[in-house]
């Protein structure tokens, strides 16, 4: 009897291990099949971001009443003429640059020998580099030189001997010319038929992914695919257009300020601008390079490193954000990873192809439910939930970061939203753990605390809706955004004049926030001070020891008219009863609030401890209760019972 949880211990971590080695061998057998059978998977990839371009342009012949066939025909054969084309005066650039090369030789080491003359401690230098030539010389002596006897004794003179190969014959001739071609046209043709079949079946081919996916919503999955292949299409077209207007503008300024091969340049600038971060700086390098070669001064190189100064950041930080958005999607450290992964697997076309491939890794991600693992690794959307994130933030005692992201949200949502959306959600898995016994008395304080430096931080905020909604560009806030509903039915509550109050609500702290039993309910009764003072109502805060029979009697209610009693858990209605009580004698004008902000709470088990504990109302969120609050001042606001679908929003 003893044993046998002991073995099944064993079984589940033998369970573990094993499923542990699987995922290991398997993603050792994916890496090798991609790095062995490049040669195929290259040619693929290429068809398949190939095809997210051309799709938007063989969407539109269609529109236009073009038969199918007939669009992806001409649409592939027009871009591989366009293709072709850039191939051919990328070779003609080359064969001029490398005829010119000879005659920048002078200028070079005229160059060099100005910066050596120019440089300081030259005399040293010098000195230094000629000991090293003559230790070299030195080593590499033989051992056994020869005497001088021995060069002195007579020999033959050396016949010398020329092995000629014979004339080739024409076949030869022919394989030579044609053999350094075979390999770039048969992965152009795979390219072509790759392009051509996946724009004629693209329906099968996603039908066959849902398949593949084992998704039991055909509509949604159907849906979210054909949506994210909308996107990528979108992103890969306008990218193509951006990156190409970028080569296209370096190649004209280059051209005017007169350097060789412009257009070799401005086509390698809108080719390496596909690869992140670094794509830009080594685009620069080639012609920075020449600049110093064929110029006898310097402003050439200054005019060149003045360009990509000023078209890069205006292309990337202006332009960029305007045409698509700041982001790919991509985090900046899997954009590395990527970058460095796809090019040890297939080269200089992995470096391009990086972020493309990982872009679709992530959409697939975010809508193939076995595929979420790739958006959490790549993705840069946060891997934890609003709430999650907060709970951790107020865990590391980190009030700053916390309300920085909050402002954030604030630039969209109002402040009820965020505190019930996710600082309230937060608590409640602070709650969670709590009553598993994993969240100390220590640290609940530690949290609370932590809260009321977050309060302080967003004193200034008012409960509105933002007049003028600025969209946020943080990850973590836009994920908060999307997760909270456009529209509260506490978004629009008034802001109260005090000199239209009746007079028991003129006291300096009108109203009086009680926690319930421990200091998680604090927190939660800090945020639900902060809120009533936004609307006219000002708070102040107690802790739970203040309902004890010994505090009770000391606590301070002058100008007290309405009390909230708050709880994040309904585990002792009891407790309730007898907060509700003592608040009674203590406050017997003055009306009391049950605020039981726990989750997943419905009307009917909120009305039940309302009645059990003989409070005047109750709420199960913080919106509602400043709702009650202000219709507690005889003004006329409509109080709004949640509707289910609202409840459950809120919970």
């Known amino acids: 009897m003893i044993r046998q949880p002991f073995k099944a211990r064993s079984s589940d971590?033998?369970?573990?291990?094993?499923?542990?080695?699987?995922?290991?061998?398997?993603?050792?057998?994916?890496?090798?099949?991609?790095?062995?059978?490049?040669?195929?998977?290259?040619?693929?990839?290429?068809?398949?971001?190939?095809?997210?371009?051309?799709a938007p342009l063989v969407g539109a012949l269609q529109r236009i009443r073009v038969p199918r066939g007939l669009a992806v025909v001409g649409v592939v054969v027009t871009a591989f003429a366009l293709i072709f084309a850039t191939g051919s005066l990328l070779a003609t650039q080359l064969t001029q640059l490398a005829n010119d090369l000879p005659r920048y030789q002078s200028t070079?080491?005229?160059?060099?020998?100005?910066?050596?003359?120019?440089?300081a401690g030259r005399g040293t230098l010098e000195r230094a580099s000629g000991m090293l030539k003559d230790l070299s010389k030195e080593l590499d002596k033989p051992k056994d030189a020869p005497s001088a006897l021995s060069l002195r004794t007579p020999t033959a003179d050396p016949v010398p001997v020329e092995v000629r190969q014979p004339d080739p014959g024409a076949l030869e001739s022919l394989h030579s010319l044609i053999s350094p071609l075979l390999h770039?046209?048969?992965?152009?043709?795979?390219?072509?038929?790759?392009?051509?079949?996946?724009?004629?079946?693209?329906?099968?081919?996603?039908?066959?992914?849902?398949?593949?996916?084992?998704?039991?919503?055909?509509?949604?999955?159907?849906a979210a695919l054909d949506d994210a292949a909308r996107r990528l299409s979108r992103l890969f077209l306008i990218q193509l257009l951006l990156n190409g207007t970028f080569g296209l503008v370096i190649g004209i300024g280059?051209?005017?300020?007169?350097?060789?091969?412009?257009?070799?340049?401005?086509?390698?600038?809108?080719?390496?601008?596909?690869?992140?971060?670094?794509?830009?700086?080594?685009?620069?390098a080639f012609p920075l390079v020449l600049s110093v070669a064929v110029d006898p001064g310097w402003s050439m190189l200054l005019w060149t490193l003045g360009l990509f100064l000023v078209v890069e950041p205006i292309v990337g930080h202006v332009i960029e954000p305007m045409v698509y958005g700041h982001s790919t999607g991509l985090s900046p450290v899997a954009v590395v990873a990527a970058a460095t992964f796809w090019t040890a697997l297939w080269g200089p076309i992995g470096l391009v192809l990086a972020t493309p491939?990982?872009?679709?890794?992530?959409?697939?991600?975010?809508?193939?439910?076995?595929?979420?693992?790739?958006?959490?690794?790549?993705?840069?959307?946060?891997?934890?939930?609003?709430?999650?994130?907060?709970?951790?933030?107020?865990?590391?005692?980190?009030?700053?970061?916390?309300?920085?992201?909050?402002?954030?949200?604030?630039?969209?949502?109002?402040?009820?939203?965020?505190?019930?959306?996710?600082?309230?959600?937060?608590?409640?898995?602070?709650?969670?753990?709590?009553?598993?016994?994993?969240?100390?008395?220590?640290?609940?304080?530690?949290?609370?605390?932590?809260?009321?430096?977050?309060?302080?931080?967003?004193?200034?905020q008012d409960d509105?809706?933002?007049?003028?909604?600025?969209?946020?560009?943080?990850?973590?806030?836009?994920?908060?955004?999307?997760?909270?509903?456009?529209?509260?039915?506490?978004?629009?509550?008034?802001?109260?004049?005090?000199?239209?109050?009746p007079p028991e609500w003129l006291g300096e702290h009108p109203v009086l926030c009680v926690a319930g039993r421990s200091p998680l309910d604090e927190g939660a009764a800090i945020m639900l001070g902060q809120l009533t003072t936004a609307h006219g109502l000002s708070a102040r805060v107690e802790a739970a020891e203040a309902l004890s029979v010994a505090n009770v009697f000391r606590l301070e209610t002058t100008g007290v008219a309405l009390a909230c009693l708050i709880y994040l858990d309904a585990n002792g209605p009891a407790h309730m009863r007898y907060s509700v009580q003592r608040l009674?004698?203590?406050?017997?004008?003055?009306?009391?609030?049950?605020?039981?902000?726990?989750?997943?709470?419905?009307?009917?088990?909120?009305?039940?401890?309302?009645?059990?504990?003989?409070?005047?109302?109750?709420?199960?969120?913080?919106?509602?209760?400043?709702?009650?609050?202000i219709a507690a001042t005889a003004a006329e606001v409509p109080v709004v019972t949640p509707s289910v679908e609202v409840a459950a929003m809120t919970a």
């Open 13 to 54: 971590e033998l369970i573990a291990l094993l499923s542990a080695v699987a995922s290991a061998v398997l993603a050792f057998m994916i890496v090798a099949t991609l790095y062995f059978g490049r040669e195929i998977l290259v040619p693929i990839a290429l068809a398949i971001l190939l095809s997210f371009v051309l």
């Open 108 to 119: 070079m080491t005229a160059k060099i020998q100005s910066f050596r003359e120019t440089t």
């Open 184 to 222: 770039p046209l048969a992965t152009t043709g795979i390219i072509i038929i790759f392009v051509i079949f996946i724009l004629l079946q693209r329906e099968d081919l996603r039908n066959r992914l849902i398949r593949l996916a084992g998704s039991h919503d055909l509509q949604r999955t159907t």
């Open 254 to 284: 280059l051209w005017l300020i007169g350097i060789p091969s412009a257009i070799l340049w401005g086509i390698l600038a809108g080719v390496l601008r596909f690869v992140p971060y670094i794509g830009a700086f080594i685009a620069a």
């Open 357 to 460: 491939l990982t872009v679709c890794l992530v959409v697939l991600g975010r809508h193939v439910e076995r595929l979420e693992f790739l958006d959490v690794m790549f993705g840069d959307r946060p891997a934890l939930s609003p709430p999650e994130i907060f709970y951790q933030r107020m865990l590391a005692g980190d009030p700053t970061e916390a309300a920085e992201k909050a402002e954030e949200f604030l630039k969209e949502r109002a402040l009820s939203s965020y505190y019930d959306e996710v600082a309230l959600k937060g608590l409640q898995l602070a709650q969670v753990d709590a009553e598993r016994g994993t969240l100390d008395r220590e640290r609940a304080s530690k949290i609370k605390d932590t809260i009321s430096e977050f309060a302080v931080n967003l004193s200034d």
């Open 464 to 501: 509105r809706p933002p007049r003028n909604v600025r969209a946020t560009t943080d990850a973590e806030a836009t994920s908060a955004v999307e997760s909270v509903a456009d529209q509260s039915p506490y978004d629009n509550l008034p802001v109260l004049n005090k000199d239209a109050l």
């Open 584 to 629: 009674r004698r203590k406050l017997p004008k003055a009306k009391i609030i049950l605020c039981c902000l726990i989750k997943d709470i419905d009307r009917s088990r909120l009305e039940e401890l309302r009645a059990t504990a003989k409070a005047d109302l109750a709420a199960g969120n913080l919106g509602e209760t400043v709702q009650l609050c």
